[in-house]
Each structure stands twice: as C-alpha cells, then as structure tokens.
C-alpha cells in the first residue's frame, strides 16, 4: 500500500474498477448459466442443447464455475487481492468514506457474509481443491447454497461497490449490460439450424 495521495488514489480507482469487473463477470456468467438451467429457457431448447451435449455439459459447468469463483474473488480476505476488504482497509487508511456510508457498507458486508461462505464451500471443497474428506454431493449439501443465494450476493455485490463510489467519487455503476440476450439469441439460431 502507498502513502503518497496520488499513488493511494490510483490503488483504490484500480480496486473499484477490478471489483466492478468482477461483479460484471459474476452476472453474465449468472446470467448464462441461468439461461442453462432455469425450467422455462431449459424446456425450450433443451432439444438444441441435447443435439449438442458436450458442449452445452461443458458451458454449463464452466458458467457455474467462473461464477463462483468471481463472488468468491469479491470477498476474499487475502491482503494480496483487490477485494471488497482490501478495498475498504484502503479507504479506511485514506479516511476517504463519511461515517453514514461506513455504517451501511458494515451491514451489507455482514448480509453478504454468510453468503461468501456458503460460496467459499463450494469453491474450496469443490473447484479449488477437491476434498477427499467428502463427495463433491456433500460438500453442496455442507454448503446449503441456493439459486436466491447466487442472486443475492451479486445484488448485494452491486450495492456495497455503487455505496462505495457514490460516497467516495459521486459516481455509481449502472451493471446494465446482460449476456442473457446473446445467449438466447445464440440458442434460438442454433434451434433454427437444427430445425432448418
């Protein structure tokens, strides 16, 4: 960490911009994986997705993985990573937050925590490492970790990071892009080629 105003100002920008990204990474891969899985999109091209398997097993699990690796990536506690903590520990040396928008970033952290955990399970037991203690089943039944879970913990993500911003530089991120479009479009042409 630098002292120096200019240097500490460029670390914290390069923290919000990293966590913006990341939270971005989350939804679209969210929102893919969604498309995937969701009984509604599922039903409708589930015959596309079949005549394709490989690939579609393969997405499916690499959307779900890049997406728990990136909320776990949000929250991670390590001082070598741009995370939602180090960020804060940056901004709390800088003095650079009022005291209203501590107290609320304080609440969504612990709201977010118990969440980040249940993500951490699975990321650790799971992705990162595989667990000989227990089978990949048990370690997301240990989890407990739910589909509002996932959802939860970007919406909450994009409220601490706009919290953030809009106390320390006025400014907030809208998160208004979506890859759930593309992917439509992409399954619906794939449905057409099959059918044509």
Same mark, same amino acid.
């Given at each position: 960490?630098?002292?120096?105003?200019?240097?500490?100002?460029?670390?914290?920008?390069?923290?919000?911009?990293?966590?913006? *990204?990341?939270?971005?990474?989350?939804?679209?891969?969210?929102?893919?994986?969604?498309?995937?899985?969701?009984?509604?999109?599922?039903?409708?091209?589930?015959?596309?997705?079949?005549?394709?398997?490989?690939?579609?097993?393969?997405?499916?699990?690499?959307?779900?993985?890049?997406?728990?690796?990136?909320?776990? /990536?949000?929250?991670?506690?390590?001082?070598?990573?741009?995370?939602?903590?180090?960020?804060?520990?940056?901004?709390?040396?800088?003095?650079?937050?009022?005291?209203?928008?501590?107290?609320?970033?304080?609440?969504?952290?612990?709201?977010?925590?118990?969440?980040?955990?249940?993500?951490?399970?699975? /990321?650790?037991?799971?992705?990162?490492?595989?667990?000989?203690? /227990?089978?990949?089943?048990?370690?997301?039944?240990?989890? *407990?970790?739910?589909?509002?879970?996932?959802?939860?913990?970007?919406?909450?993500?994009?409220?601490?990071?706009?919290?953030?911003?809009?106390?320390?530089?006025?400014?907030?991120?809208?998160?208004?892009?979506?890859?759930?479009?593309?992917?439509?479009?992409?399954?619906?042409?794939?449905?057409?080629?099959?059918?044509?």
């Amino acid at each position: 960490m630098c002292i120096d105003p200019a240097c500490m100002q460029k670390e914290i920008e390069n923290h919000i911009k990293g966590i913006q *990204d990341t939270i971005i990474a989350a939804m679209h891969n969210h929102d893919i994986w969604w498309i995937y899985k969701n009984r509604d999109t599922r039903q409708q091209y589930i015959d596309v997705m079949n005549a394709y398997l490989g690939f579609f097993q393969t997405s499916i699990h690499a959307h779900f993985v890049a997406m728990i690796i990136a909320l776990y /990536r949000l929250y991670e506690t390590r001082r070598d990573t741009i995370s939602f903590p180090q960020l804060l520990r940056l901004l709390e040396f800088n003095q650079s937050l009022s005291s209203d928008a501590q107290v609320q970033i304080e609440r969504l952290m612990q709201e977010a925590k118990p969440i980040w955990i249940k993500i951490g399970t699975i /990321r650790s037991a799971v992705f990162a490492h595989l667990s000989n203690e /227990r089978e990949i089943g048990e370690s997301f039944t240990k989890a *407990d970790l739910k589909y509002r879970h996932v959802k939860d913990l970007i919406e909450l993500s994009k409220t601490i990071i706009n919290t953030i911003t809009r106390d320390y530089s006025r400014s907030t991120e809208a998160f208004n892009l979506s890859a759930e479009s593309d992917t439509i479009t992409l399954l619906t042409d794939l449905s057409g080629i099959r059918k044509g």
